[in-house]
Nanobody
Framework: QVQLVESGGGLVQAGKSLTLSCAAS????????MGWYRQAPGKQRELVATITKTLRTNYADSVKGRFTISRDSAKNTVYLQMNSLKPEDTAVYYC?????????????????WGQGTQVTVSS
């Protein structure tokens, strides 16, 4: 199977920066789109940013100009550099990846999620 493990969350003051990482491991043949989503208390999970295999990026309007998504394909890792953080960025951040992998010796393409990492921005 495939596992996604996030790291880098924590407590930070407004205006500061934080970088999240997400490493994928397992029976991976290739990783297609990767992305970050977040879920604040009492709200639905929402897209933050995505990046394709060809490095095309997409951002939520609320984070454009402040967040940068990148990936290291050799390490099967995606990053989220978050600058000028605001209290409204407080949420659990989840990594997502569309992965072509081996499952019982059969090639499949599936969507995987990390366990989430908490980001808290104090005012």
């Amino acid at each position: 199977q495939v596992q996604l493990v996030e790291s880098g969350g924590g407590l930070v003051q407004a205006g500061k920066s934080l970088t999240l990482s997400c490493a994928a491991s397992g029976n991976i043949l290739s990783i297609n789109d990767m992305g970050w989503y977040r879920q604040a208390p009492g709200k639905q999970r929402e897209l933050v940013a995505t990046i394709t295999k060809t490095l095309r990026t997409n951002y939520a309007d609320s984070v454009k100009g402040r967040f940068t998504i990148s990936r290291d394909s050799a390490k099967n890792t995606v990053y989220l550099q978050m600058n000028s953080l605001k209290p409204e960025d407080t949420a659990v951040y989840y990594c997502n990846a569309d992965v072509t992998h081996l499952y019982n010796w059969i090639t499949r393409t599936s969507d995987f999620w990390g366990q989430g990492t908490q980001v808290t921005v104090s005012s």
